[in-house]
């Protein structure tokens, strides 16, 4: 059973306009979600993360938002480029638990922006 | 400064035989977490270590195994190899175990392939 869901396994986006990719959760324990971006033959690298203290994060073109009543989340890029094309996990862990790097995963979208 | 290598790239094995994969932090990193990838799972934790320490480990069989060094390179290991085990295996490296809100940095990964 999956923890950590990405329902949409590819999002194509035209140059300038906004992505929005999704991500729920449905582990109550869960209180600090990642971001991660990824391109073929290279690791994940970090994007932006998130807090459940708080419903919103930015930097620069990304924000994350937090609904904890939904049990979801969503990674906003404005505007997008064609340089975001990669793979975005979503990514959650119970901050409190000690077990800091348990990262659970969800199984990523393929955003592809289009010039 | 390098980033976190991951020895060797690809692999391809036959059931049933035994696979070493090789992982080496950013220097000055200690804390190293591996993951598996597999198409629709998204990333999985298999376990970290820290100090020659595993500090957590994930649900995965005993099959699995790792183990760090002093000098904080760290291997893992997976006997008896199984279809199912073919995955994208990734290292991060991090600082120390710190939080989760300490950036762990991802290697490029193995590719295992078992026949």
């Known amino acids: 059973d999956q923890q950590v869901k990405q329902n949409s396994p590819s999002l194509s986006v035209q140059e300038g306009r906004i992505s929005i990719l999704n991500c729920d959760y449905t582990n109550s324990m869960f209180d600090y979600f990642l971001w991660y971006k990824k391109y073929p033959a290279e690791g994940p690298t970090f994007l932006i993360s998130?807090?459940?203290?708080?419903d919103k994060n930015e930097d620069g073109r990304f924000t994350v938002f937090l609904n904890k009543s939904a049990k979801h989340l969503s990674l906003h890029i404005v505007p997008s480029q064609p340089g975001d094309s990669a793979v975005y996990f979503c990514?959650?862990?119970?901050?409190?638990?000690?077990?800091?790097?348990?990262?659970?995963f969800g199984s990523g979208t393929q955003l592809t922006v289009l010039p | 400064k390098a980033g976190v290598t991951q020895t060797p790239r690809y692999l391809i094995k036959t059931r049933g035989q035994q696979v070493t994969l090789s992982c080496s932090p950013i220097s000055g990193h200690r804390s190293v977490s591996w993951y598996q990838q597999t198409p629709g799972q998204g990333l999985q934790f298999l376990f970290e270590?820290?100090?020659?320490?595993?500090?957590n480990k994930g649900n995965f069989p005993g099959r699995f195994s790792g183990r760090q060094f002093s000098n904080s390179r760290s291997e893992m290991n997976v006997s008896t190899l199984e279809l199912g085990d073919s995955a994208l295996y990734l290292c991060?490296?991090?600082?120390?175990?710190?939080?989760?809100?300490?950036?762990?940095?991802f290697g490029p990964g193995t590719r295992l392939l078992v026949l």
């Open positions: 990514a959650a862990s119970p901050f409190s638990s000690g077990s800091a790097r348990q990262l659970t």
């Open positions: 270590y820290f100090s020659e320490t595993q500090r």
């Open positions: 991060a490296s991090s600082l120390t175990p710190g939080t989760v809100q300490e950036t762990q940095y």
């Open positions: 998130i807090s459940s203290i708080k």
